[in-house]
């Protein structure tokens, strides 16, 4: 976020008024804001990249929400959820074999509730028929990463698993700005580790 927009988020919170875009009379509000964020906001704060006074007053009740890798319990509820959510979307009864969840549960889900979310929505867009099985599943779920070998360092273990990553995620979604939004990381930085593993050209 801008810091001039932290600035302004920061009065509304503080003064709960507001100005219409084009308006130049404050407006009193009543309302109760949910924040979300994926980024490290206290690492942010002493960065000097978040405003310190913003990020006490957003923190008044934090809850910690674990990624999707590590609840994989979650995974088959979220996914007759969203099942139920795009069939009643697009007119479908389309229903999923038990084994494309079990692929879905050993995937490790980089981007998340929403990464899952929009793999269903497709299934249930582009899966010809009533039943999705496995072979409607997109590519970054039928390839497993090649884990390291034993005794390797720890930055090559890092390295060969934030690839397989990034070459999946552009295999599936195509471009860097997708991928980007996908994994989580703004787009110069999907760059720049797709060239340095050789996924894109340095152009």
């Keep these: 976020m801008p810091p001039f927009l932290q600035v302004k988020l920061l009065r509304a919170l503080q003064d709960k008024t507001i100005t219409r ?3 130049v009379e404050p407006i009193k509000v009543n309302v109760r804001i949910v924040a979300a964020t994926h980024r490290h906001l206290a690492q942010m704060v002493k960065e000097g990249t978040f405003r310190e006074d913003l990020y006490y007053r957003l923190m008044v009740v934090p809850l910690h929400i674990a990624p999707l890798r590590d609840r994989k319990e979650d995974i088959p509820l979220l996914v007759v959820h969203f099942l139920d959510k795009f069939n009643q979307s697009f007119g479908f009864t389309k ?4 084994e494309v969840i079990d692929r879905m549960t050993e995937y490790s889900w980089p981007g998340n509730v929403r990464e899952l979310e929009n793999v269903i929505e497709r299934l249930i ?3 010809p028929g009533d039943e999705i ?7 970054s779920l039928h390839v497993k990463p090649v884990l390291p070998k034993p005794g390797a360092k720890l930055k090559e273990a890092v390295e060969s698993t934030e690839k397989y990553l990034l070459a999946s995620t552009l295999k599936e979604y195509g471009t860097l700005q997708l991928a980007a939004n996908v994994l989580g990381i703004d787009r110069s930085t999907c760059f720049r580790k797709a060239v340095k593993y050789g996924l894109v050209a340095n152009k």
């Design 21 to 23: 875009v084009g308006g």
């Design 95 to 98: 229903t999923m074999l038990p």
């Design 125 to 127: 867009v582009t899966t």
């Design 133 to 139: 099985d496995v072979a409607s599943l997109p590519v």
